[in-house]
Nanobody, 122 residues
Framework: VQLQASGGGLVQAGGSLRLSCVASGRTFSRYSLGWFRQAPGKEREFVAAISWVGGTYYEHSVKGRFTISRDNAKNTVYLQMNSLKPEDTAVYYC?????????????????WGQGTQVTVSS
């Protein structure tokens, strides 16, 4: 089982990026999927999650700017990030949890992607 995240890069403040995370090795349609991020010297923190039925939840600072979505046919979860700020700079990780419900903490997730770097310049 593998999660492969991509789409990170360098962008100016106010710009947009779309992260993708493709799962392979099993079907994740019944899994909840999440995005986390980790800045240098900080703990990994929750960004957004989507349940197996499509319910979503966001961390307060990204609500209204980021959108999480999933395409079960492609075994893929996306994170559309708009109006990016320098404080959004971090390595972004995707994760999958077999419970299927929204999970906002690191520990319950079963599978993790390798991370993709997002850098927002001021």
């Amino acid at each position: 089982v593998q999660l492969q995240a991509s789409g990170g890069g360098l962008v100016q403040a106010g710009g947009s990026l779309r992260l993708s995370c493709v799962a392979s090795g099993r079907t994740f349609s019944r899994y909840s999927l999440g995005w986390f991020r980790q800045a240098p010297g900080k703990e990994r923190e929750f960004v957004a999650a989507i349940s197996w039925v499509g319910g979503t939840y966001y961390e307060h600072s990204v609500k209204g700017r980021f959108t999480i979505s999933r395409d079960n046919a492609k075994n893929t979860v996306y994170l559309q990030m708009n109006s990016l700020k320098p404080e959004d700079t971090a390595v972004y990780y995707c994760a999958a949890d077999h419970s299927g419900v929204i999970v906002t903490t690191v520990r319950p997730y079963d599978y993790w992607g390798q991370g993709t770097q997002v850098t927002v310049s001021s």
